[in-house]
T-cell receptor, first 111, second 115 residues
Framework: DQQVKQNSPSLSVQEGRISILNCDYTNSMFDYFLWYKKYPAEGPTFLISISSIKDKNEDGRFTVFLNKSAKHLSLHIVPSQPGDSAVYFC??????????FGTGTRLKVLA | DAMVIQNPRYQVTQFGKPVTLSCSQTLNHNVMYWYQQKSSQAPKLLFH???????NEADTPDNFQSRRPNTSFCFLDIRSPGLGDAAMYLC??????????????FGAGTRLSVL
């Protein structure tokens, strides 16, 4: 039973437009969420986080939104750039050192 | 300047032949993790060390063992690799920050093939 789900395996977006990556979770005890970006042949790198006490966190072109009632979070990238093409993972934690990861969404930004 | 280093990047072993994957870190983080990731699947936590305390996940097979001789190094031992153990193995570290709000830093992974 997957507690963190990324239902879109892939997404293509035109350069300059908004990319929206979605993540759903089932465990209401999750209270901290991370997004990671992964390029081929590299490990995942941390992108942005959000605590359950917030509903939005912004860092430059990246914004994460959290809807606790819907158990849904999304990552917005505006404007999208070709260098953003990567696999994006969301991960969730419930007050421990352990994270549950989603299966990832492959983003392709078209020039 | 790599912070979490995994060696080797690619490892080929034979069915049933023990193999060891290594991870080192220059971050001085006290928590180290090992994940298994198969194609198109989520990284799955195998175990983690909090300092010297070993924490095994309930569903991690006994075939998988780990050692952490010091803060900087952590090893993953697969005692008798099966074909189903072919995967990417990711090492990660985190510092003991606010519980549950720690960021994990990953190495580039070791891709294991079992022949």
């Amino acid at each position: 039973d997957q507690q963190v789900k990324q239902n879109s395996p892939s997404l293509s977006v035109q350069e300059g437009r908004i990319s929206i990556l979605n993540c759903d979770y089932t465990n209401s005890m999750f209270d901290y969420f991370l997004w990671y970006k992964k390029y081929p042949a590299e490990g995942p790198t941390f992108l942005i986080s959000i605590s359950s006490i917030k509903d939005k966190n912004e860092d430059g072109r990246f914004t994460v939104f959290l809807n606790k009632s819907a158990k849904h979070l999304s990552l917005h990238i505006v404007p999208s750039q070709p260098g953003d093409s990567a696999v994006y993972f969301c991960a969730a934690s419930s007050g421990t050192y352990k994270y549950i990861f989603g299966t990832g969404t492959r983003l392709k930004v078209l020039a | 300047d790599a912070m979490v280093i995994q060696n080797p990047r690619y490892q080929v072993t034979q069915f049933g032949k023990p193999v060891t994957l290594s991870c080192s870190q220059t971050l001085n983080h006290n928590v180290m993790y090992w994940y298994q990731q198969k194609s198109s699947q989520a990284p799955k936590l195998l175990f983690h060390y909090y300092d010297k305390d070993f924490n095994n996940e309930a569903d991690t097979p006994d075939n998988f063992q780990s050692r952490r001789p010091n803060t900087s190094f952590c090893f993953l031992d697969i005692r008798s690799p099966g074909l189903g153990d072919a995967a990417m193995y990711l090492c990660a570290t985190s510092i003991n920050a606010d519980r549950g709000q720690n960021i994990q830093y990953f190495g580039a992974g070791t891709r294991l093939s079992v022949l």
